[in-house]
């Protein structure tokens, strides 16, 4: 731009201003304190704005209009050398966006001047003696920083007439300029301590230090910075949305393994499913790399291009853009690679390949690393993972969905043009982010979808999008799925329909071996459109599953699947080849003709229909190869009829006709049919093809005549005899020879297994968990058996158990096994080993086996535990839990001046509770490990120390783990931690400090979402905690003597307070914290009463406030789900309106509370407990229809209950401990099988509060479905 624009320029200030004083009403402009003090210039911008229909401003540019901002106060530089500076830029071409005080109307800051500083590409804070007394220097230097951490914007700092020091450290004139702005209290200490940690920030970084200059040229130095920009802005920085969020974990872990200080050449992969955010990602880390690099290449879209252009194209770019040329002419992909291998060697390259499909694209681009310079980065994104296993590339990262915050602060920038929603609309936001799943896509395309409409068309647009997906976000996945063979988009449909959560060992004998499921599935895995490992379920359905290796699918995906397979029906149920929803599978089994399509079905029943099905319903059936049907165990009627029993309905064909014709579904595969009575006739049906008979829940004993029909199955891979408490014996296997897993846990009555299973020679697989009554297995075990799971068959397994060299995983957690044999020592391909309960001692073996990758020990009584030095030799182990159990010793070698550790390093997950050791074990090498758990036990009344035996600082070691994302540690030893925290962890995500003397840290690391602070010591807490705006959601503060509650983030959802000293909480805190979903006060002894409580609080827990005697009316708690009071002062419960969305109520122990108010309009209430309140009399008006939980116990006041018998929805009722009550009136009312009366039973009130302790899993705030006020 040139001298010659500035007319223009400052003619679109003054537009600006004069559209802002109109916008107005005419007020006139307050002064400023620029103004007061000389006025400041500013480099700044006029961009235009809108106003949305919710009154948020909507930005109407994406773009980087400008390119260089400067900031710097006018008194200072204006006249000399930011002159000098504006003019050499605009000299060179650079777009410099500057003005003078023109867009400075009153202390507001301009959304002209924010939308300058967004739009710039670098930005040039220029610091002299007086910036920091500037307000409006350090709310634009705020805003580049936000710009920078986003990776949309360099700041390049010049300090022109002060130290760096000065600046980072904010000391001599900055401390000054500091104490004016608090001494005026008018800007908050958020403010305040906003504007510190910017300063601090870009006061550590790379820049121009003219301060220490002797000879201060200033008209050469400007000159010089020119270039310095001018090279800067050749890179072309890759444009990335404004409506970014965080995404620091994976962007910090990517630029670990790209070493980005290093020399080293790396390739690295970034891979997931479609949508998820892999390109966005890789931008943002090639903008951070690319001012480290001269020559910078992106070719985008590389899927598409190569099919439209050729893979030559994309080589002759590479080529230009490397060596700033023209477009080169490349005949075919050999010449092309022969030019880049010629060309590029001694090029250090920055390169991102953008979605590469095929490895062949990789080879022709970038086969050897040496065709590019040392020190060369390469950055790679695609769906395809098994393309980036190749040993060019160094390493490969799965990218994962967003979680619930982040997903909320994206879905919120496109709706609502702010990081979050507006308070009327956080329920359907919540759908939203149900909706989407974490899938970044999804949430852009639907918030942009819904920004600006009226809120009435919300609910019509949720309800459509959660029944139907969203075209564009559908398309985009569908490219996946069209890259598929039709075997394998078969096995794709299967799972997204019917097996999220099953076990992939037993949903892969589901198919035809000639469709080569195992390869199908690896290939679905490697397109990140499966996932297969132990983590939760990510999905909206849960179905029963046992075993490892869990099948995940992303709930978009699953909508896909579902959707392709209604479009291939025409939207015709009859016409659909599988159908999932049980009233649609209802209604086409009650249809006589025209299903042969329909190849898999799930039906499900309760306990208030009757349903009656003619043999020709299910003789049409002839194509179906999986039927599921599910009910609920505990509420099955054994007078339910299906069509197993005489009467029926006379269109209904009664049982001896099926008996006489068993050939019904032919293809039958799959059939898993829960909660059937002794009299069900599985000879109903051909079973001569199923692979899969899942029979859990059913009141079948061992004289069952199915068992006879069983021998007909010579295919049955998975027998699921899962809680059948009649079941005694099994039945005699040896019919079924190609068995592999069988399952029988929670069999409560099992005493014997038959011995037949021995000669069951391909069985890899037995779960017996919850057989209290089996005392053995069979002696002649299987050499085969890879797992054992859950065996709680003895106080001790036999000796031989130790021949089953197969056996990949024993799971002997929840058994009553109280020894281990010494022969465990010859399992060579043991994988998993959990041990607990009634466990007396650990072998010694169980540490020399090296293919453990999990070892988990857990009893209910301490023993003493060494762990051995042998298990540093185990390079597999990721996994080691020592859970209560007194571990005496951590292996580490003992040398000469030199103690190094001996845990394996490949442990990715250590926990270890009750240490009972003098010194605190050193685990400096564990450079690997994402979750720490250490605790400390206390010394006993013998004086035995429960740990080191003096207080000291956390050790320097825990730099080291870098990598780490979880740290929990309880100890009275520890006092302090590290002042660096926040660099040492930068992945930390959850930290958890309980300990009497344990201090609060200094510093937290900005991506912590989770922390838990427990100690005596502590009476305040420093500001840090309100330091972590964006990322802290779950605080939990266990500190028994803090006397107030620390300024907090604002976003907090999730707050947990004990302390004795607390008297009341802060007036405004439902101003200070509008998103807060839990409040759980415990412990709070002198708390006397609550303010009025934030209007998104979905769940208050009040337990142990003696003094706390009133809540006031909750009323506009409209969002309350739960609400939980024990052993309080309270004496009513006050609503004056009904709580629309609660659903749980749980009240105990409250000896002054002598009424409940009518709950008969809370339409939503599920359960209702209410214990120990001895004095309440009555249960006002009635219960609510909705209704399904009722539990009291000991309210020995109380005479009558509402009437039960209109409760149509009650599934149980237990009565205990209240003397007054008629039990015979009352069981009169009720569904016999759901009431439990009954004397002093302590189990009784069993998990039911969850007031005990602060638990971090327990706590998590998780978006459930809600209806909005």
């Not at 507001?108 to 930005?123: G, N, V, Y």
């Not at 040229?217 to 890179?235: I, M, P, S």
């Not at 994976?250 to 390739?267: C, D, K, L, Y």
Request: charged share 25%; net charge negative.
């Amino acid at each position: 731009m040139a001298w010659t624009d500035l007319p223009y320029l400052a003619a679109a200030a003054f537009a600006a201003i004069l559209f802002r004083l109109c916008s107005r009403g005419g007020d006139q402009a307050r002064s400023t304190e620029e103004s007061a003090s000389g006025n400041d210039g500013t480099a700044g911008g006029a961009s235009s704005t809108h106003t949305s229909t919710e009154g948020q401003e909507v930005a109407t540019s994406s773009g980087y209009d400008y390119e260089v901002f400067l900031s710097f106060r006018g008194p200072d530089t204006r006249a000399a050398f930011t002159d000098f500076l504006y003019t050499s830029l605009n000299d060179a071409g650079i777009r410099t966006f500057k003005d003078d005080e023109e867009l400075r109307i009153g202390e507001e800051f301009a959304p002209e001047l924010l939308q300058a500083i967004k739009q710039s590409k670098i930005s040039i804070p220029i610091f002299s003696k007086g910036y920091a007394s500037s307000v409006w220097c350090l709310k634009e230097l705020v805003q580049m920083v936000e710009c920078w951490k986003n990776g949309r914007q360099k700041i390049m700092p010049i300090f022109y007439d002060v130290a760096p020091s000065e600046v980072r450290h904010q000391i001599e004139g900055y401390a000054k300029a500091f104490r004016s702005h608090e001494e005026k209290q008018r800007y908050s200490e958020d403010t305040i301590r906003e504007w510190k940690i910017a300063l601090s920030a870009v006061g550590a970084m790379n820049g121009w230090d003219l301060h220490s200059k002797t000879d201060r040229r200033e008209g050469e130095f400007a000159r010089e910075v020119t270039h310095k920009v001018f090279t800067e802005l050749k890179k072309a920085y890759l444009a990335v949305s404004e409506c970014l969020v965080s995404v620091d974990n994976h962007v910090n872990a990517i630029m670990e393994m790209i070493g980005a200080g290093t020399s080293e050449t790396r390739i690295v992969g970034i891979h997931g499913m479609g949508g998820i955010g892999k390109t966005t990602t890789a931008k943002m880390i090639y903008n951070k790399l690319s001012d480290n690099f001269d020559k910078c290449c992106f070719l985008q879209d590389i899927r598409e291009t190569s099919k439209g252009n050729g893979i030559q194209y994309l080589q002759a770019q590479l080529i230009s853009d490397i060596l700033k040329m023209k477009c080169v002419d490349i005949k075919d992909i050999h010449e092309g690679t022969r030019m880049i291998k010629d060309r590029l060697s001694n090029k250090r390259v920055l390169l991102l390949l953008d979605d590469v499909e095929e490895a062949n694209h990789i080879n022709a681009l970038v086969g050897k690393r040496d065709w590019l310079g040392e020190g060369s980065k390469i950055i790679i994104t695609t769906r395809k993972k098994d393309i980036l296993e190749v040993p060019e590339v160094d390493c490969s990262y799965e990218l994962s969905a967003m979680d619930v915050d982040q997903s909320l602060q994206l879905f919120s920038k496109h709706a609502f043009r702010k990081d979050y929603p507006l308070d009327k609309y956080i329920g359907q936001s919540k759908r939203v982010i149900r909706i989407a799943g974490g899938l970044p896509l999804a949430l852009e395309i639907i918030g942009s979808l819904l920004c600006h409409t009226k809120r009435e068309m919300w609910d019509l647009t949720l309800k459509k999008l959660e029944n139907v997906p969203h075209a564009a976000v559908q398309s985009k996945l569908k490219i996946s799925y069209d890259a598929l063979d039709d075997r394998q988009k078969h096995i794709f449909l299967d799972i997204a329909c019917f097996f999220i959560g099953y076990s992939k060992d037993i949903v892969v004998h589901f198919w035809d071996e000639n469709k080569f499921p195992e390869e199908a599935m690896e290939v679905l895995q490697n397109m990140s459109l499966i996932k297969i490992g132990e983590d939760d379920i990510v999905g909206k359905e849960f179905l029963t599953f046992v075993g490892r290796n869990r099948v995940r699918m992303h709930d978009q995906l699953i909508d896909l699947g579902r959707e392709i397979v209604r479009q291939e029906s025409k939207m015709k149920i009859e016409k659909q080849s599988r159908v999932w929803d049980p009233k649609e599978a209802l209604d086409l089994l009650r249809r006589l003709e025209g299903k042969k399509e329909v190849e898999a079905l799930r039906l499900w029943f309760d306990h208030k229909e009757q349903f009656g099905f003619t043999y020709e319903g299910f003789k049409s059936l002839s194509n179906l190869r999986l039927l599921q049907v599910d009910s609920l165990a505990k509420y099955f009627d054994p007078e339910m009829r299906i069509f197993w029993l005489e009467l029926l309905p006379l269109n209904v064909l009664p049982t001896n006709v099926f008996l006489e014709n068993s050939n019904l579904l032919p293809q039958l595969r799959w059939l898993s049919w829960h909660c059937i009575p002794p009299t069900f006739k599985i000879t109903n049906f051909s079973m001569e093809n199923v692979v899969h008979l899942d029979l859990s829940a059913s009141n079948i004993t061992h004289e069952w005549q199915g068992w006879s029909h069983m021998k007909v199955m010579k295919n049955l891979k998975v027998l699921n005899l899962d809680h059948c408490h009649r079941l005694e014996r099994t039945p005699n296997f040896s019919a079924q020879s190609n068995l592999e897993h069988l399952i029988l846990s929670w069999c409560e009555n099992l005493v014997e297994i038959d011995e037949s299973i021995c000669q069951l020679k391909r069985l890899v697989s037995l779960t017996v968990n919850g057989c209290k009554k089996l005392r053995r297995l069979p002696q002649v075990l299987l050499r085969d058996l890879a797992t054992l799971q859950h065996c709680n068959s003895s106080e001790r397994l036999s000796d031989t158990i130790g021949n089953l060299e197969s056996l990949i995983e024993l799971d002997a957690f929840c058994t009553e096994i109280e020894e281990l044999p010494d022969s465990i020592g010859k399992w060579k391909n043991m994988k998993v080993v959990r041990i607990g309960w009634a466990i007396r001692k650990v072998p010694d073996a169980l540490w020399m086996i090296k293919s453990l990758e999990e070892i988990k020990v857990g009893v209910r009584s301490s023993i003493d535990v060494e762990i051995g030095d042998c298990i540093y030799e185990n390079r597999c182990l990721r996994s080691l839990q020592v859970t209560f159990v007194r571990v005496r010793k951590v292996p580490r070698l003992s040398v000469p001046r030199l103690s190094v550790p001996r845990l394996p390093e490949s442990l990715e997950i250590l926990r270890l509770n009750e240490i009972r050791m003098d010194t605190f074990p050193d685990l400096s090498n564990l450079v690997n490990l994402k979750e720490l758990e250490l605790g400390f036990g206390r010394r006993n009344d013998g004086g035995e120390s429960g740990g080191p035996v003096q207080a000291y600082p956390m050790p320097r070691w825990i730099e080291n783990l870098s990598k780490l994302e979880s740290l929990s540690l309880t100890s009275d030893y520890v006092t302090t931690f590290p002042t660096d925290l926040s660099s040492i962890l930068p992945r930390l995500k959850s930290l958890s400090l309980h300990g009497d003397h344990l201090r609060c840290p200094p510093s937290l690391p900005s991506s912590l979402s989770r922390f838990s602070l427990g100690s005596e010591y502590v009476t305040t807490l420093p500001d840090i905690i309100s330091l972590l705006p964006h990322q802290l959601r779950n605080l939990a503060l266990v500190c028994p003597n803090l006397r107030c509650l620390p300024s907090l983030p604002s976003r907090l959802s999730s707050l947990w307070l004990e302390s004795k000293c607390v008297t009341t909480l802060p007036t405004d805190i439902s101003t200070l914290l509008p998103q807060l979903e839990v409040l759980t006060l415990r412990k709070c002894p002198i708390l006397r009463c609550l303010p009025s409580l934030p209007s998104s609080l979905s769940e208050l827990r009040l337990f142990y406030c003696e003094s706390l005697s009133s809540l006031g009316d909750l009323s506009y708690l409209k969002r309350l789900s739960s609400l939980e009071i024990s052993d309080c002062a309270i004496s009513e419960i006050r609503c004056r309106d009904p709580l629309e969305n609660l659903h749980r109520l749980y009240l105990t122990n409250l000896r002054q509370l002598e009424t409940l108010p009518s709950l008969g309009n809370f339409n939503k209430l599920d359960s209702l407990s209410v214990f120990e309140c001895g004095n309440l009399v009555e249960i006002q008006g009635e219960l609510p229809q909705s209704l399904g939980v009722l539990k009291i116990w000991k309210c020995g006041s109380l005479k009558e209950l509402p009437d039960l018998s209109r409760l149509k929805g009650l599934k149980r009722v237990k009565i205990k401990c209240c003397g007054n009550l008629d039990v015979e009136a009352i069981s009169s009312l009720c569904w016999e099988k759901s009431v439990e009366f009954g004397e002093e039973d302590y189990e009784f009130v069993e998990s039911e509060g969850e007031g005990d302790k602060y638990d971090e899993e327990d706590d998590e705030s998780e978006y459930e479905e809600e209806d909005d006020e």
